[in-house]
């Protein structure tokens, strides 16, 4: 697997040599009472979005980090979970590995509630991750799986969904494409190295998921990525990706499929005070209720002339009903 290799020696230079334009270098720096993060850390934050989210983190979870990265989202996770070994970071590139112990020892002088013994760095794997079945609340991992062609990301989640206990959730971010890339693209191990030509459509990024038996998906966020124009790469044409923040809750599989939350909502505006579909759906009378695609499908089925749903918004923050 050349490509592997490929992406094995672009990290291990950027550890070696921090590159502020590599690859991804987007995610937001979260500004918390108390955290500070290191210069070093905010130069090697090689990411497209973020896979901190408070309400994921409370009471003290256990956490799984792979591709650790310069260590900044590790250390984020840290702020939530201020135990030993309460964030495990799991990295295949020893020289990455290197480089986050020496940027958490800057982060201890700087940060009073931060202890070293909070991060446990593991060299490992993402598809033979060295973590314990069913021993992970939440697992993470930032623009790391769009570099996987397709038997190793379904090896990659397999093993997620390994080390998640029940209810545990995978939190991502990583580019969408929904533009055909031709070969060449695709067959470029560097620009799928730097987190650009692996780029999968929304629909099969979530397929991806919901195969491995992902029961609940939340999409949180969508954003404008980058441009790969004829100028620059090889592409006839502008091709546009955007990026995706995605929660995989490690629920059993509803028997009528996945309940993936894309941020529609329904409205009810009738007569009554409330609607009840008998389905375990109560929509109160003005007050939007986010619900699953599948949900918005059956409601919609219903033909009724006093109920609105809404497009999906790539937003999902919680609160819907399946």
Known sequence: MSY?????????????TPDVGLC?????????????????????????????????????PKILYVGVG??????????????????????VVDEMLEASRKNFIEAEDINPWFKNEFVDLKKGDALNLPVDDNSIDVAAQNCLFNIFKEKDLKRAIEEMYRVLKPKGKLVMSDPICEQTMNDTLRNDEQLRALCLSGSLPIKEYIKSLTDVGFGTLEIRARKPYRILDPKNYPT???IYIESIEIAAIKDP????????????????????????????????????????????DVIASLNRNDIFISKSTFHYDGGGSC
């Open 253 to 296: 599989m509803p028997e009528d499929g996945p309940c993936v939350f894309t941020g529609k909502a329904a409205i009810y505006y009738g007569d009554e005070d409330y609607f009840d579909d008998r389905a375990g759906h109560i929509l109160l009378k003005n007050q939007p209720l986010a619900i699953c695609d599948k949900t918005a």
């Open 24 to 60: 991804c270098t987007t995610n937001p720096i979260w500004e918390l009472p108390g955290l500070k993060i290191p210069k070093i850390m905010q130069e090697m934050n090689y990411g497209c979005g973020s896979t901190v989210n408070a309400r994921d983190l409370t009471n003290n």
């Open 70 to 91: 310069g260590g900044m989202e590790l250390l984020q996770f840290s702020y939530f979970s201020r135990q030993k070994d309460g964030v495990v970071g799991v990295d």
């Open 4 to 16: 592997l290799k490929t992406t094995h020696d672009l990290y291990k230079e950027a550890a070696l």
């Open 236 to 238: 006839d044409e502008l």
